[in-house]
């Protein structure tokens, strides 16, 4: 799956919560998350005041973007717990400081299961 690929793949299933989510389909949108955070910073940072805070209108976008891709976030995620054989329910060790949020990414790079699992077929 291609970048582009996925980031449509996870917008056009914005909340199906339900199937698997392939490896390449969960990292690619978090690496497409990362780089417009990154983008809207180096745009604050070029607008920054001379105190070096990030103008109001960087802010409101970041705020808008991660209320925007909230909900397709915890659908990939669930989908890719989902993959590798785990419940949804799994996500919530990232609520666990530290720890956790190194437990989900050991998760997230595991292979997925090489056959249709209880949550239905292989991702292509």
């Given at each position: 799956?291609?970048f582009?690929?996925?980031?449509?793949?996870?917008?056009?299933?914005?909340?199906?919560?339900?199937?698997r989510?392939?490896?390449?389909?969960?990292?690619?949108?978090?690496?497409?998350?990362?780089?417009?955070?990154?983008?809207?910073?180096?745009?604050?940072?070029?607008?920054?005041g001379?105190?070096?805070?990030?103008?109001?209108?960087?802010?409101?976008?970041?705020?808008?973007?991660?209320?925007?891709?909230?909900?397709?976030?915890?659908?990939?995620?669930?989908?890719?717990?989902?993959?590798?054989?785990?419940?949804?329910?799994?996500?919530?060790?990232?609520?666990?400081?530290?720890?956790?949020?190194?437990?989900?990414?050991?998760?997230?790079?595991?292979?997925?299961?090489?056959?249709?699992?209880?949550?239905?077929?292989?991702?292509?």
């Open positions: 799956m291609t582009n690929q996925a980031v449509s793949s996870v917008f056009s299933k914005y909340v199906t919560f339900s199937g989510a392939s490896r390449s389909e969960f990292w690619y949108f978090v690496v497409f998350e990362l780089f417009v955070y990154v983008v809207l910073y180096l745009f604050g940072w070029l607008f920054s001379p105190n070096g805070e990030l103008p109001a209108f960087v802010n409101i976008l970041s705020g808008l973007f991660g209320l925007i891709v909230l909900l397709p976030s915890l659908a990939v995620s669930v989908r890719r717990m989902h993959d590798i054989g785990k419940g949804g329910g799994w996500i919530f060790i990232n609520l666990v400081p530290f720890i956790g949020e190194i437990w989900f990414i050991i998760l997230a790079l595991q292979k997925g299961e090489p056959a249709p699992n209880r949550f239905g077929a292989v991702p292509a």
